[in-house]
């Protein structure tokens, strides 16, 4: 009797340990190789790729898209899609300055009805909202993500056009400028913001109940609801850390540039879709992590900057993020050996 009550919790430990450790998939890991590739033939293309200034540069670039990724990572997961994202990145931003900016004075004319150290919470407040209304749409009205997300995409980028009327904003507030300019021990504070929040989130798919129930919500959500999960509280929580973590991009990213751009965000939920999908994660959801959507947005930050180096135009950039979409949807179908519908 004393033997089984001694060994079972060891027995209950292993098995715990033995779960976690399936989860870490060496497909995770299979970008590396390809990493290291890319900056061999950076290195041969160009001397300047292996310059401090180069690979800085790249990861600066790669931080605001990493955050889309990290975002559209996790409603991935959990079996969900959000089209959305890439206008979020941009109207966010947008909303913060004409609630705090003056209405007279400067090339655009704000409300001013708020003071200006509001603009980032405001900013994070409307990514929040947004996040807050897809779930909704999803979960209480039923309506299909994929169609509520992309009527979303363009409801947000008409308001975005409307608001600026087509025009970038360049009166920043200097709490944007600050994060997108600011170095920590020799880095950008925006890399190190992204690095903190893909270890936060990976600890917490790996370690926290939540963050494991977003794996069985996604494999199977019938069955995770049978076990006691509130599925539609997680997804629409999921949905909203989503829309959250897309306005805080925008921050990163105007803080940047020093601007908010008209067309801020056009097109990069293709680049947000290629990442996560040859990162390892699966559009039916249940699988993937957050390190191989990260190895994603690095993979195809690098080959952009390889073909600069290399003297390719950037008007072949939007064909080779196609052809990457239908290459790695190619091998994530053979390699899953399931039919992708």
């Not at 969900?80 to 655009?108: C, K, N, Y």
């Not at 994929?146 to 087509?166: D, K, N, Q, S």
């Not at 991009?249 to 947000?272: D, E, K, M, P, R």
């Amino acid at each position: 009797m004393t033997e089984t009550v001694t060994t079972a919790p060891a027995e209950a430990m292993g098995a715990g340990a033995r779960r976690r450790l399936a989860r870490v998939r060496w497909s995770d890991f299979s970008l590396v190789p390809v990493i290291l590739v890319l900056m061999v033939i950076g290195f041969v293309v160009s001397p300047v790729f292996l310059t401090s200034d180069n690979l800085i540069s790249v990861v600066q670039q790669s931080s605001e898209l990493s955050l889309l990724v990290l975002g559209q990572a996790l409603i991935l997961i959990c079996g969900r899609m959000d089209l959305s994202l890439e206008s979020t990145i941009g109207i966010a931003p947008v909303v913060a300055m004409w609630l705090v900016l003056p209405s007279e004075g400067g090339r655009f004319a704000g409300l001013g009805l708020l003071p200006t150290w509001t603009a980032i919470p405001l900013c994070l407040l409307v990514g929040l909202a947004i996040g807050t209304v897809n779930g909704f749409l999803m979960l209480k009205l039923n309506v299909n993500g994929f169609i509520a997300t992309l009527g979303m995409l363009t409801m947000l980028r008409g308001l975005h056009v409307g608001i600026t009327e087509g025009k970038s904003i360049t009166e920043v507030p200097e709490s944007f400028r600050y994060l997108g300019k600011a170095e920590w021990l020799g880095a950008p504070a925006a890399v190190w913001i992204c690095l903190t929040l893909f270890a936060v989130g990976g600890a917490a798919l790996a370690w926290l109940r939540h963050g494991r129930a977003l794996y069985a919500i996604g494999g199977n959500p019938e069955a995770a609801r049978a076990a006691g999960i509130r599925v539609d509280r997680i997804t629409w929580a999921v949905l909203a850390v989503g829309g959250l973590l897309a306005a805080f991009a925008g921050i990163l990213y105007t803080g940047h540039y020093g601007s908010v751009a008209a067309t801020q965000g056009n097109g990069w939920i293709f680049q947000v879709f290629a990442a996560a999908v040859i990162g390892g994660i699966s559009l039916k959801g249940g699988r993937g992590t957050l390190f191989g959507a990260l190895t994603g947005v690095l993979t195809l930050q690098l080959v952009v900057n390889v073909m600069t180096l290399g003297g390719v135009p950037a008007l072949w950039n939007q064909f080779l993020n196609g052809a990457i979409i239908i290459v790695a949807l190619v091998i994530s179908r053979f390699a899953s050996g399931e039919k992708q519908d």
